[in-house]
């Protein structure tokens, strides 16, 4: 017998290397790689376990008893009910002018970032249409002037804005046109287009 099979006890399944008392299961050897037979350790195995009882503890909760905490849709509705009024859907919130210096502020500072790069800082008028005067393309009421905001004319390159600003912004930046821009004298102002509204 060679050195290596006095060190090797020949077992069932697997083979012991009695001199690291290691165990080798046999036939699994590649490139001259034996791979070991280890049992798992025991904290493993006791993890897989409560893992197990875990989720059928959950299961159970959520498919017999019908907890509505573990529901996505439940927990969903909740979050919307705790949000700000601004995310609020549009129909909460009234058409109407806002005139507080707050909401005024925050439509200038909206208009100054967005619209201002079309429509120029004073309202004037540059790609789009002049703000400041009398004349209308779609409209001059609250419901019409939210509407092109919310969806945007393509045709004549405004994008929607329904999914950058939220409905109370909407108001805002609108509000500021009308209560503040609107009636002013630009530096250059644009042409009249659409109809005339007293």
Known sequence: MTNTDENIRKEEGYEVDTATNV????????????????????WWVWLFIITIAFSLIYLVRLWVFRADDLLQEKEFQKEMAAAPKANKPVEELAMAWLDDDMSLNNGKETWTKICAVCHLADGGGLVGPNMTDNYWIHGNKVEDLFAVVTNGVIEKGMIPYKDQLSPRQRLEVISYVMLRLHGTTPATPKEPQGELYE
């Open 23 to 42: 165990r080798l299961i046999k036939d699994h050897e590649y490139d001259g790689i034996k791979e070991l037979d280890n049992d798992m350790p025991s």
